[in-house]
């Protein structure tokens, strides 16, 4: 049972423009949201996170949405530079009842490429 | 500020033996996680400590066990390795356990089943 899916395995997109990495959900106990950024042979690196009051989050080129009717998020990066290519994953924590955890369940990952 | 730090880098094994693989988190982190990374499964969640506490566990076998130091630095241990166990190994650290601050990983474990 895929709780956090990324639909797209893979985005091209033309440096200088806008990429935009999409995540599903279906459990509505998820509560906060990340996004990592992953190279090869490295563990993943924190982006930017949201949590489930708020719609939107910004951090200089990265903003993340967050459509909890949709059960929906994705992240946007503007402009998208040949740096950025590497494997996207968005992430989920559980509010479990009786007690805070740092679980988190993980979407499949989606490789950006960016085209100089 | 030094980030996670996991050790070794890389590990073979044959079938049968049994790992330990080690994680030293940010400094003055206290919780810390562990991770699978496979091709077939992508990354899943193993255990979560804070204080030295299990306080949640992944959908993985009894052969899979994890334990926290009073500095907050963890093990995890995998007994009787299968050819499946072969992947990388991922531990993140947060500053709390409140499951609403980001975790922070290290580059992991690459372990390799012969």
């Known amino acids: 049972d895929q709780q956090v899916k990324q639909n797209s395995p893979s985005l091209s997109v033309q440096e200088g423009r806008i990429s935009i990495l999409n995540c599903d959900y279906t459990n509505s106990m998820f509560d906060y949201f990340l996004w990592y950024k992953k190279y090869p042979a490295e563990g993943p690196t924190f982006l930017i996170s949201i949590s489930s009051i708020k719609d939107k989050n910004e951090d200089g080129r990265f903003t993340v949405f967050l459509n909890k009717s949709a059960k929906h998020l994705s992240l946007h990066i503007v402009p998208s530079q040949p740096g950025d290519s590497a494997v996207y994953f968005c992430?989920?924590?559980?509010?479990?009842?009786?007690?805070?955890?740092?679980?988190?369940?993980f979407g499949t990952g989606t490789l950006l490429a960016v085209q100089p | 500020k030094a980030g996670v730090t996991q050790t070794p880098r890389y590990l073979i094994k044959t079938r049968g033996q049994q790992v330990t693989l080690s994680c030293s988190p940010i400094s003055g982190h206290r919780s810390v996680s562990w991770y699978q990374q496979t091709p077939g499964q992508g990354l899943q969640f193993l255990f979560e400590?804070?204080?030295?506490?299990?306080?949640n566990k992944g959908n993985f076998p009894g052969r899979f066990s994890g334990r926290q130091f009073s500095n907050s630095r963890s093990e995890m241990n995998v007994s009787t390795l299968e050819l499946g166990d072969s992947a990388l190994y991922l531990c993140?650290?947060?500053?709390?356990?409140?499951?609403?601050?980001?975790?922070?990983f290290g580059d992991g474990t690459r372990l390799s089943i012969l």
């Open positions: 992430a989920a924590s559980p509010n479990l009842y009786g007690g805070a955890t740092n679980k988190l369940i």
């Open positions: 993140a650290s947060s500053f709390t356990g409140a499951g609403n601050q980001p975790q922070h």
């Open positions: 400590y804070f204080s030295e506490t299990q306080r």
